[in-house]
Protein backbone atom coordinates (compact mmCIF):
# COMPACT_ATOMS: atom_id res chain seq x y z
CA UNK A 1 0.00 0.00 0.00
CA UNK A 2 1.33 3.27 -1.14
CA UNK A 3 1.75 6.23 1.43
CA UNK A 4 -0.56 8.28 0.27
CA UNK A 5 -3.00 5.36 -0.39
CA UNK A 6 -2.34 4.53 3.57
CA UNK A 7 -2.85 8.01 4.77
CA UNK A 8 -6.53 8.35 2.57
CA UNK A 9 -7.72 5.08 4.52
CA UNK A 10 -6.49 6.63 7.89
CA UNK A 11 -8.27 9.77 7.19
CA UNK A 12 -11.64 8.21 5.81
CA UNK A 13 -11.94 6.10 8.53
CA UNK A 14 -11.32 9.41 10.72
CA UNK A 15 -14.78 10.99 9.22
CA UNK A 16 -15.85 7.49 9.31
CA UNK A 17 -15.67 7.63 13.07
CA UNK A 18 -16.62 11.15 13.25
CA UNK A 19 -19.80 11.29 11.53
CA UNK A 20 -21.17 8.03 13.92
CA UNK A 21 -20.04 10.10 16.52
CA UNK A 22 -21.94 13.38 15.29
CA UNK A 23 -25.24 10.98 14.40
CA UNK A 24 -25.08 9.40 18.26
CA UNK A 25 -27.74 11.31 20.10
CA UNK A 26 -25.23 11.84 23.12
CA UNK A 27 -26.92 10.35 26.60
CA UNK A 28 -27.81 13.79 27.86
CA UNK A 29 -30.11 14.69 25.70
CA UNK A 30 -31.68 10.99 25.37
CA UNK A 31 -32.41 11.39 29.17
CA UNK A 32 -33.54 14.97 28.91
CA UNK A 33 -35.92 13.82 25.99
CA UNK A 34 -38.18 11.96 28.63
CA UNK A 35 -38.80 15.19 30.78
CA UNK A 36 -40.07 17.34 27.56
CA UNK A 37 -43.92 15.67 27.57
CA UNK A 38 -43.94 17.73 30.79
CA UNK A 39 -41.12 20.46 30.73
CA UNK A 40 -41.35 21.56 27.19
CA UNK A 41 -38.44 21.31 24.61
CA UNK A 42 -34.99 21.41 26.26
CA UNK A 43 -37.11 22.51 29.68
CA UNK A 44 -39.22 25.33 28.38
CA UNK A 45 -42.72 24.82 29.73
CA UNK A 46 -45.37 25.36 27.16
CA UNK A 47 -48.23 23.90 29.65
CA UNK A 48 -49.82 26.14 31.87
CA UNK A 49 -48.92 24.84 35.40
CA UNK A 50 -45.69 22.54 34.91
CA UNK A 51 -42.50 24.71 36.10
CA UNK A 52 -39.68 25.25 33.04
CA UNK A 53 -36.76 23.59 34.45
CA UNK A 54 -34.25 25.42 31.58
CA UNK A 55 -31.21 27.67 32.30
CA UNK A 56 -31.39 26.42 36.54
CA UNK A 57 -28.39 26.37 37.73
CA UNK A 58 -26.45 22.91 37.83
CA UNK A 59 -26.15 22.94 41.50
CA UNK A 60 -30.05 23.71 42.28
CA UNK A 61 -30.86 20.74 39.66
CA UNK A 62 -28.89 18.46 41.87
CA UNK A 63 -30.37 19.36 44.88
CA UNK A 64 -33.86 19.45 43.99
CA UNK A 65 -33.74 15.87 41.89
CA UNK A 66 -31.80 14.77 44.49
CA UNK A 67 -34.59 15.88 47.44
CA UNK A 68 -37.27 14.64 45.08
CA UNK A 69 -36.07 10.96 44.81
CA UNK A 70 -35.34 11.13 48.38
CA UNK A 71 -38.88 12.41 49.30
CA UNK A 72 -37.55 15.61 51.37
CA UNK A 73 -39.43 17.77 48.84
CA UNK A 74 -43.37 17.80 48.54
CA UNK A 75 -44.03 16.84 44.81
CA UNK A 76 -46.97 15.17 42.95
CA UNK A 77 -45.10 12.81 40.59
CA UNK A 78 -41.67 14.03 40.38
CA UNK A 79 -40.73 12.15 43.53
CA UNK A 80 -41.80 8.92 41.56
CA UNK A 81 -39.63 10.39 38.45
CA UNK A 82 -36.34 11.30 40.12
CA UNK A 83 -36.24 7.52 42.29
CA UNK A 84 -35.50 6.14 38.04
CA UNK A 85 -32.19 8.06 37.45
CA UNK A 86 -28.70 7.63 39.25
CA UNK A 87 -26.88 10.25 40.72
CA UNK A 88 -24.71 10.02 37.28
CA UNK A 89 -27.76 10.50 35.25
CA UNK A 90 -28.90 13.52 37.03
CA UNK A 91 -25.70 14.88 37.20
CA UNK A 92 -25.61 14.66 33.02
CA UNK A 93 -29.05 16.37 32.91
CA UNK A 94 -28.14 19.25 35.31
CA UNK A 95 -25.20 19.66 32.85
CA UNK A 96 -27.55 19.86 29.85
CA UNK A 97 -30.52 21.84 31.53
CA UNK A 98 -28.14 24.45 32.85
CA UNK A 99 -26.72 25.08 29.10
CA UNK A 100 -30.89 25.67 27.99
CA UNK A 101 -32.33 29.12 28.10
CA UNK A 102 -35.16 29.11 29.48
CA UNK A 103 -38.39 31.05 26.93
CA UNK A 104 -40.90 32.67 28.79
CA UNK A 105 -44.16 32.03 27.22
CA UNK A 106 -46.93 34.80 27.81
CA UNK A 107 -49.11 34.68 30.46
CA UNK A 108 -52.36 36.03 31.78
CA UNK A 109 -51.49 38.57 34.71
CA UNK A 110 -53.16 41.88 36.49
CA UNK A 111 -51.07 44.82 35.37
CA UNK A 112 -51.52 46.38 38.95
CA UNK A 113 -51.14 43.33 41.10
CA UNK A 114 -47.73 42.93 38.95
CA UNK A 115 -46.77 46.45 39.88
CA UNK A 116 -47.39 46.23 43.54
CA UNK A 117 -45.24 42.84 43.60
CA UNK A 118 -42.25 44.40 42.10
CA UNK A 119 -41.93 46.71 44.81
CA UNK A 120 -42.42 43.85 47.24
CA UNK A 121 -39.55 41.90 45.30
CA UNK A 122 -37.29 45.18 45.42
CA UNK A 123 -37.92 45.19 49.03
CA UNK A 124 -37.39 41.42 50.09
CA UNK A 125 -36.62 39.18 47.22
CA UNK A 126 -34.27 40.95 44.91
CA UNK A 127 -31.15 39.97 47.01
CA UNK A 128 -31.01 36.53 46.55
CA UNK A 129 -33.08 36.50 43.53
CA UNK A 130 -31.64 39.18 41.57
CA UNK A 131 -31.79 40.59 38.27
CA UNK A 132 -35.96 40.28 38.85
CA UNK A 133 -35.38 36.75 40.08
CA UNK A 134 -33.62 35.67 36.17
CA UNK A 135 -30.18 34.83 37.57
CA UNK A 136 -29.84 31.79 37.87
CA UNK A 137 -26.32 31.20 39.55
CA UNK A 138 -27.40 32.01 43.00
CA UNK A 139 -28.51 28.52 42.70
CA UNK A 140 -32.22 29.82 44.36
CA UNK A 141 -34.77 28.61 41.14
CA UNK A 142 -35.94 30.57 38.49
CA UNK A 143 -38.51 33.25 38.76
CA UNK A 144 -38.95 35.62 36.51
CA UNK A 145 -41.42 33.78 34.00
CA UNK A 146 -41.83 31.23 35.93
CA UNK A 147 -45.56 29.26 35.76
CA UNK A 148 -48.01 31.19 38.17
CA UNK A 149 -49.40 28.09 39.50
CA UNK A 150 -46.43 26.42 40.24
CA UNK A 151 -44.94 29.78 41.68
CA UNK A 152 -48.31 30.01 43.68
CA UNK A 153 -48.26 26.47 45.39
CA UNK A 154 -44.54 26.64 45.80
CA UNK A 155 -45.05 29.92 47.96
CA UNK A 156 -47.67 28.00 50.01
CA UNK A 157 -45.54 24.84 50.28
CA UNK A 158 -42.60 27.30 51.95
CA UNK A 159 -44.91 29.07 54.31
CA UNK A 160 -46.39 25.67 55.33
CA UNK A 161 -42.98 24.12 55.91
CA UNK A 162 -43.55 21.67 53.82
CA UNK A 163 -40.56 22.21 51.67
CA UNK A 164 -36.60 23.08 52.86
CA UNK A 165 -35.51 26.52 52.50
CA UNK A 166 -33.28 28.97 53.99
CA UNK A 167 -34.23 30.64 57.86
CA UNK A 168 -33.54 34.07 55.61
CA UNK A 169 -35.96 33.70 52.65
CA UNK A 170 -39.15 32.41 55.11
CA UNK A 171 -38.30 34.93 57.34
CA UNK A 172 -38.70 37.55 53.81
CA UNK A 173 -42.03 35.45 52.78
CA UNK A 174 -43.60 35.51 56.24
CA UNK A 175 -42.81 39.64 56.64
CA UNK A 176 -44.65 39.74 52.91
CA UNK A 177 -47.28 37.42 54.38
CA UNK A 178 -47.60 39.15 58.04
CA UNK A 179 -47.28 42.51 56.10
CA UNK A 180 -49.94 42.25 52.94
CA UNK A 181 -51.73 39.01 53.93
CA UNK A 182 -52.19 36.74 50.92
CA UNK A 183 -52.64 39.81 48.49
CA UNK A 184 -48.91 40.29 49.10
CA UNK A 185 -47.84 36.80 47.78
CA UNK A 186 -50.37 37.14 44.58
CA UNK A 187 -48.86 40.34 43.90
CA UNK A 188 -45.37 38.52 43.99
CA UNK A 189 -46.83 35.64 41.49
CA UNK A 190 -48.71 38.14 38.83
CA UNK A 191 -44.99 40.25 38.94
CA UNK A 192 -42.90 37.35 38.31
CA UNK A 193 -45.60 36.05 35.33
CA UNK A 194 -45.41 39.15 33.49
CA UNK A 195 -41.64 38.95 32.88
CA UNK A 196 -40.64 38.07 29.54
CA UNK A 197 -37.34 37.38 28.10
C1 LIG B 1 -45.59 13.76 34.18
C2 LIG B 1 -45.03 15.09 34.08
C3 LIG B 1 -43.55 15.28 34.41
C4 LIG B 1 -42.46 14.63 33.87
C5 LIG B 1 -42.44 13.53 32.82
C6 LIG B 1 -41.29 15.25 34.46
N1 LIG B 1 -41.67 16.23 35.35
FE1 LIG B 1 -40.42 17.38 36.53
N2 LIG B 1 -42.03 18.31 37.37
C7 LIG B 1 -43.35 17.99 37.12
C8 LIG B 1 -44.20 18.68 38.09
C9 LIG B 1 -45.70 18.64 38.14
C10 LIG B 1 -43.33 19.40 38.95
C11 LIG B 1 -43.69 20.16 40.23
C12 LIG B 1 -43.44 19.21 41.41
C13 LIG B 1 -44.42 18.05 41.46
O1 LIG B 1 -45.63 18.30 41.65
O2 LIG B 1 -44.01 16.87 41.30
C14 LIG B 1 -41.98 19.17 38.45
C15 LIG B 1 -40.84 19.76 38.99
C16 LIG B 1 -39.55 19.53 38.54
C17 LIG B 1 -38.37 20.21 39.02
C18 LIG B 1 -38.32 21.33 40.05
C19 LIG B 1 -38.30 22.67 39.36
C20 LIG B 1 -37.97 23.82 40.29
O3 LIG B 1 -37.94 24.96 39.82
O4 LIG B 1 -37.71 23.59 41.48
C21 LIG B 1 -37.29 19.66 38.36
C22 LIG B 1 -35.83 20.04 38.52
C23 LIG B 1 -37.81 18.65 37.46
N3 LIG B 1 -39.18 18.60 37.58
C24 LIG B 1 -37.02 17.89 36.63
C25 LIG B 1 -37.51 16.89 35.78
C26 LIG B 1 -36.67 16.04 34.95
C27 LIG B 1 -35.17 16.13 34.89
C28 LIG B 1 -37.50 15.20 34.26
C29 LIG B 1 -37.11 14.10 33.27
C30 LIG B 1 -36.18 13.12 33.75
C31 LIG B 1 -38.86 15.51 34.65
N4 LIG B 1 -38.82 16.54 35.58
C32 LIG B 1 -39.98 14.88 34.18
C33 LIG B 1 -43.81 17.17 36.11
C34 LIG B 1 -43.04 16.30 35.36
C1 LIG C 1 -31.66 34.86 51.73
C2 LIG C 1 -31.89 34.56 50.33
C3 LIG C 1 -33.32 34.53 49.83
C4 LIG C 1 -34.28 35.52 49.95
C5 LIG C 1 -34.19 36.86 50.65
C6 LIG C 1 -35.42 35.02 49.20
N1 LIG C 1 -35.16 33.78 48.67
FE1 LIG C 1 -36.43 32.63 47.58
N2 LIG C 1 -35.06 31.12 47.48
C7 LIG C 1 -33.81 31.17 48.06
C8 LIG C 1 -33.15 29.88 47.87
C9 LIG C 1 -31.76 29.52 48.34
C10 LIG C 1 -34.07 29.06 47.17
C11 LIG C 1 -33.87 27.61 46.73
C12 LIG C 1 -34.59 26.68 47.64
C13 LIG C 1 -34.34 25.24 47.30
O1 LIG C 1 -33.18 24.85 47.26
O2 LIG C 1 -35.31 24.52 47.07
C14 LIG C 1 -35.25 29.89 46.92
C15 LIG C 1 -36.37 29.44 46.25
C16 LIG C 1 -37.49 30.20 45.99
C17 LIG C 1 -38.64 29.76 45.22
C18 LIG C 1 -38.80 28.41 44.54
C19 LIG C 1 -38.20 28.41 43.15
C20 LIG C 1 -38.50 27.14 42.39
O3 LIG C 1 -38.06 27.07 41.23
O4 LIG C 1 -39.16 26.23 42.89
C21 LIG C 1 -39.54 30.80 45.20
C22 LIG C 1 -40.90 30.81 44.50
C23 LIG C 1 -38.96 31.89 45.95
N3 LIG C 1 -37.72 31.50 46.43
C24 LIG C 1 -39.56 33.11 46.17
C25 LIG C 1 -39.03 34.13 46.97
C26 LIG C 1 -39.72 35.36 47.26
C27 LIG C 1 -41.09 35.73 46.72
C28 LIG C 1 -38.89 36.10 48.08
C29 LIG C 1 -39.16 37.45 48.70
C30 LIG C 1 -40.35 37.57 49.51
C31 LIG C 1 -37.69 35.32 48.30
N4 LIG C 1 -37.80 34.13 47.61
C32 LIG C 1 -36.61 35.72 49.06
C33 LIG C 1 -33.23 32.25 48.69
C34 LIG C 1 -33.88 33.45 49.04
Do not use: W
Amino acid sequence: MSLSHKFCCILLGCLLSLSIHAKAPDQASMLANACAACHGPDGSSQGPATPSIAEISYDYFIDTMMAFKNDERPSTVMSRIAKGYTEKEITLMAVYFARKKMKRIAQEFDPVLAKAGKAIHEENCEKCHANQGRLSEDDSGLLAGQKMPYLRYSLEEFINEEREVSRKMLKKLRLVNSQYGKQGLEQLIHYYGSLKD
